[in-house]
């Protein structure tokens, strides 16, 4: 059973930065595909970036581009997410989740997921 705990949220101001990572165990995190995702106030759910266990790329959502990148660190069992030029309407609750292999369509296909970090960016 795989889990998955995010950590690295809190309060940052316009334009500033936060590197979200999210810790695996139970199972090698390399075997599966990963990703971040976010729930903003009164919004749905929605997908932001997703590497898949061969290291493929995919973009749900355009709005963290040129800003935001996903890597992973297999040897720690760690994925991160790296938020600079942050925006207000980038607060949310941010969550790691993770499938075999592959990233799905939809995102929700996904099958474990963390608990959330709250990134808090006020206007």
């Known amino acids: 059973q795989l889990e998955l705990v995010e950590s690295g949220g809190g309060l940052v101001q316009p334009g500033g930065s936060l590197r979200l990572s999210c810790v695996a165990s139970g199972s090698t995190l390399a075997d599966y595909a990963v990703g971040w995702f976010r729930q903003a106030p009164g919004k749905e759910r929605e997908g932001v970036l997703c590497l898949e266990s061969s290291g493929g790329l995919t973009i749900y959502a355009d709005s963290g581009k040129g800003r935001f990148t996903i890597s992973r660190d297999n040897a720690k069992n760690t994925v991160y997410l790296q938020m600079n030029s942050l925006k207000p309407e980038d607060t949310a609750v941010y969550y790691c989740?993770?499938?075999?292999?592959?990233?799905?369509?939809?995102?929700?296909?996904?099958?474990?997921w963390g608990k959330g970090t709250l990134v808090n960016v006020p206007s």
């Open positions: 989740a993770a499938r075999n292999l592959y990233c799905p369509t939809p995102y929700y296909a996904m099958d474990y």
